[in-house]
């Protein structure tokens, strides 16, 4: 099922962080509040729902040695367990945090490719995007996290909650039924990391990474060592500067820590 069909159906479904209020801020941005994200809700669910179908439909006469058991509840697992990790390492690594987050939709595509050729072993092909089996699926979506104090606690709850709102094929005793309706939420997930791979390069790019906030840190650090002026534009402490060309070229100045999002400045000498 490719991720696109999924797609125009995913507009009520959030795939960002949403901070806890137990979640301290913190100037590396905490963890990504992986617990509320849509794509790791439903990840859990395409684990679940894999796993069984796996212990219902893989033994000895189809999976003889037992790799695609393996192959496919680790693909499954993997998925799961990168937007977490990714979301984790948010807070010191935008660059990793992406990373982890293409190898969650890696791991799912894989896991796609090993339910559509179990159909295709069947002499069967995947339900079309259109037909009523397949809009039924679609038709179902997930309902907004409500934690309260004991975040882990309620998280799993939500996603055995949000299971049984797809029990009609996950919990059944048809091959064909679970087959389908894990490729469209597994389309359905790929879907949701695509988008949030997108904001997280806007935030790289606008934010920069771990390196960057460490030499920013630094600048102000040394900016209020040295008892320099504030800004006269944004109030942020400013950092001795010197003019890379043009005709003072060579010549000291003050220049406000937050640039490039604010290029105050002030002539050294005038700070009162």
């Excluded at 959030?14 to 990504?32: A, D, I, L, Y």
């Excluded at 806007?202 to 934010?207: I, L, R, S, V, Y």
Aim: net charge positive; glycine share 10%.
């Amino acid at each position: 099922m490719r991720p696109g069909i999924a797609g125009a159906r995913e507009s009520n479904e959030s795939n960002e962080p949403v901070r806890s209020r137990n979640q301290p801020t913190t100037r590396f941005g905490g963890t990504g509040g992986y617990f509320r994200l849509d794509s790791w809700i439903l990840a859990n669910i395409v684990q679940l729902g894999t796993q069984r179908f796996c212990k219902l439909f893989l033994n000895r006469t189809t999976d003889p040695c037992g790799r695609q058991y393996d192959q496919m509840t680790q693909a499954a697992r993997s998925g799961c367990a990168n937007i977490a990790e990714g979301s984790a390492r948010r807070a010191t690594s935008r660059e990793t945090e992406m990373r982890l987050t293409d190898v969650a939709r890696s791991s799912l595509a894989e896991l796609s490719g090993d339910f559509l050729n179990r159909l295709l072993q069947q002499g069967r092909v995947p339900w079309g995007k259109d037909t009523p089996e397949a809009r039924e699926v679609y038709a179902v979506r997930l309902d907004r996290p409500a934690y309260g104090e004991d975040v882990v606690h309620d998280a799993c709850a939500h996603i055995l909650a949000q299971k049984r709102r797809f029990a009609r094929w996950l919990d059944s005793g048809s091959e064909e039924a679970m087959t389908n309706c894990l490729l469209i939420l597994v389309a359905r997930v790929i879907h949701m990391l695509n988008h949030q791979m997108e904001k997280q390069g806007e935030a790289f790019e606008q934010e920069g990474g771990f390196r960057e906030k460490l030499a920013s840190i630094r600048v102000e650090a040394r900016a209020r060592q040295e008892a320099a002026p504030v800004c006269p534009c944004c109030g942020k402490a400013m950092a001795r500067r010197k003019a890379q060309s043009g005709k003072n070229a060579g010549r000291e100045f003050w220049g406000c820590t937050g640039y490039p999002d604010c290029k105050g400045v002030r002539e050294i000498g005038a700070e009162g």
